[in-house]
Nanobody
Framework: QVQLVESGGGLVQPGGSLRLSCVAS????????MGWYRQAPGKQRELVAV???????NYADSVKGRFTISRDNTKNTMYLQQNSLKPEDTAVYYC????????WGQGTQVTVSS
């Protein structure tokens, strides 16, 4: 059973940056897909960005040009670099991974506010 642990969230002013990390307890090289989702209060969980084992990347339109997803198989870690943050980016961000099974992290809170 693989565990995913997110970190890096916090309170940041509009226009600021954060880097989220998702560390897996085992190898991530077997995961076909890894991604970041977010859920704002009163809203459904939505996909933010996904990266495949082969390196294909897709972003939600709302974060294109501002967020960058990456993965480092040698460190069993996935990242989400968040730049030019907006108040509407405020949410709990979840790490997700899928091979034969799928796994979720516990979430990390990102709050963008002045």
């Amino acid at each position: 059973q693989v565990q995913l642990v997110e970190s890096g969230g916090g309170l940041v002013q509009p226009g600021g940056s954060l880097r989220l990390s998702c560390v897996a307890s085992g190898s991530i090289s077997s995961f076909y897909f890894m991604g970041w989702y977010r859920q704002a209060p009163g809203k459904q969980r939505e996909l933010v960005a996904v990266i495949t084992r082969g390196g294909t990347i897709n972003y939600a339109d709302s974060v294109k040009g501002r967020f960058t997803i990456s993965r480092d198989n040698t460190k069993n870690t996935m990242y989400l670099q968040q730049n030019s943050l907006k108040p509407e980016d405020t949410a709990v961000y979840y790490c997700h991974a899928r091979s034969v099974l799928e796994y979720w992290g516990q979430g990390t809170q990102v709050t963008v506010s002045s």
